[in-house]
């Protein structure tokens, strides 16, 4: 029975728009709906009876600006300093971050100053190769840990033999931008983990704080983008296990400065999405479990979020002889009239939040789109761009020291801008 060109108009329509409400809407009232039955156990509050042995990682590139605090940081940590090491690999870096970090030395802290610059994923491959702790923390040169970071994904992975990996809690802040919809949007994101978390189902990582076990490494592929989504997710698939998130232990970095440096982030981010997703798509296989239930749903329906919409106003134009359809039409039309108009809405009250709402989620959606189109181009490369980032006058502080700090208005002056891997 042939089917009428107008119904797959409709389909065409309303399906993608579906799919995605469903992604960022119906999904997360499923995960809260899962996690009202009996969670997965946690880990017991009893520390170690021995600590055992870590090696932080640290991939850097032209981090001259911020290294030594970052450096500082670490060797402040609240861990045994005869079980811990810090590993700093410099990606070929053309400023001083090789020589800052080998004034360290004396302290205990490594230097693997690699001349060629190849991409992260190389560089803590190699990190790992070398590093002698029985646990890895990877973590970035831009973030700060709090004291007792180290403590607590240890803790939590030793007590549970069955995770493969425990991600702390990455919390965005910054002088001008604490509050902002970046920081909002990732707290939204950390909310999801936790009901994920429930289920031993965390995707990946976030590449600023995470732990794993040494003996489980998987040496990531040579040309991979988005390491920290890819490794975690290599270690389920070889090893079996969980990924848990253990907001105890905990990190900050500041937030993006300008939408276009969100925009370069997410579109490099986007090229590793898709590769990832040719070196894991097996965990979406349904007897994956809640796994599959979570990758399709957190993370490839909105991978495939641009495409959707791009579908959705396209196949729209073809219906507008329907009053319902010329409504939303006019609504799509209107939602991209309204991230365009962000930049001069931005004070009007209520109208500018939203307008910068809709802005920030055109950018990601856009970023995912041009960085799949990178991909198939082969023009999507292993390497990271510096993009500025603002950074309180407390960087080396402690995250809770941040969280009274007062936040400058537009007018004060502008916090100094590091450079932070896109």
């Known amino acids: 029975m042939p089917v009428e060109p ?20 119906g999904y997360p009232a499923l995960l809260w709906a899962l996690t009202r039955f009996p969670r997965r156990r946690r880990r017991a509050e009893a520390k170690p009876a021995s600590w055992p042995t870590v090696s932080v990682l640290v991939s850097a590139y032209n981090e001259e600006l911020v290294i030594a605090d970052r450096i500082e940081n670490l060797l402040a940590l609240d861990y045994p300093k005869n079980r811990l090491e810090i590993l700093v690999g410099s990606d070929g870096s053309t400023d001083a971050t090789a020589a800052i970090v080998n004034t360290y030395a004396s302290r205990g802290v490594r230097l693997l100053p690699f001349v060629k610059r190849r991409g992260k994923a190389n560089v803590l491959n ?12 990877l ?14 994904l240890v803790q939590d992975l030793v007590a549970d033999p069955r995770s493969c990996a ?39 990582a976030n590449g600023a704080i ?5 003996a489980q490494y998987v040496p990531l592929p040579r040309q991979a983008i988005v390491d920290d989504f890819i490794l975690p997710m290599s270690i389920r698939l070889r090893w079996g296990g969980h990924v848990v998130l253990q907001p ?10 300008r939408v276009q440096h969100e925009f370069r982030r997410r579109t490099r981010i986007g090229s590793g999405d898709f590769q990832a997703l040719r070196w894991t798509w097996r965990l979406l296989l349904p007897w994956r479990g809640p796994v599959a239930i979570v ?33 939303l039409f006019v609504g799509q039309v209107g939602f991209y009239a309204l991230a365009t108009a962000a930049g001069f809405v931005r004070r009007v009250p209520v109208l500018g939040l939203m307008a910068a709402a809709a802005q920030y989620f055109t950018v990601i959606n ?27 006058a407390l960087l080396v502080a402690s995250p809770a020291a941040m969280v009274g700090a007062p936040v400058a208005s537009d007018s004060a002056e502008p916090a100094p801008s590091v450079p932070r891997a896109a």
């Open 6 to 25: 107008s119904l797959v108009f409709v389909l065409l329509t309303l399906v993608p728009l579906a799919l995605l409400m469903y992604s960022y809407a």
């Open 126 to 137: 190699d990190l790992a190769a070398t590093a002698r702790g029985e646990i890895l923390v």
């Open 139 to 152: 973590t970035d040169a831009n973030c700060a840990f709090e004291p007792d970071a180290v403590r607590q």
């Open 166 to 204: 425990v991600v702390g809690r990455l919390d965005l802040r910054g002088a001008r931008n604490a509050g902002t919809l970046d920081t909002s949007y990732w707290r939204y994101e950390t909310w999801l983990k936790t009901m994920e978390s429930s289920l031993g189902a965390v995707l990946g």
């Open 210 to 214: 995470y732990a794993i076990r040494r």
């Open 248 to 257: 105890a232990a905990r990190a900050w970095e500041v937030a993006p400065v």
């Open 295 to 327: 990758y399709l749903s957190h993370k490839v329906l909105r991978w495939l979020g641009p495409w959707f919409l791009l579908t959705s106003l396209l196949a729209n134009l073809q219906l507008l002889e329907r009053p319902l359809f010329q409504a």
């Open 366 to 392: 856009a970023g995912l789109m041009l960085g799949l189109v990178r991909l198939l181009l082969g023009r999507a490369r292993p390497f990271w761009a510096t993009v500025p980032r603002e950074v309180p």
